[in-house]
């Protein structure tokens, strides 16, 4: 059987994402997770993108701006990034997430809203 992608996303505007993804980076890196550096992140109030593949909207990346985590600490099995593969994720916890799913992409793929954080913004 044939795999079509997950999900495809096309971004008019990027930087409120890619904002949101180096700020996840930023606190990877103060969480020490491995291959992160706390001064290799670009300022967050003035941004701008460094290449065309960060603004590929990554599913992990959902996951860990929604559990406001690092990637080391969630549970893959429950989140967007399996959300198209039956044998990790049960039906229910499917179902449970749909809403969810559209709800991550709204608000930080579209940014529908804003972060009560300015540095995200």
Request: charged share 25%; aromatic share 10%.
């Amino acid at each position: 059987m044939a795999r079509m992608p997950d999900v495809i996303f096309l971004q008019m505007e990027p930087m409120p994402y890619i904002t949101r993804q180096r700020y996840m980076a930023h606190k990877c890196a103060l969480n020490d997770v491995e291959d992160y550096d706390i001064k290799a992140v670009d300022n967050l109030n003035h941004p701008c993108p460094h290449t065309w593949e960060e603004a590929v909207v990554n599913l992990i990346t959902l996951d860990t701006l929604r559990a406001n985590n690092t990637h080391m600490k969630i549970d893959y099995a429950k989140g967007v990034c399996t959300y198209s593969y039956p044998d990790l994720q049960d039906q229910r916890t499917h179902d449970n997430l749909k809403d969810k799913f559209v709800e991550a992409i709204t608000n930080h793929v579209i940014c529908d809203q804003w972060s009560p954080y300015y540095e995200v913004n």
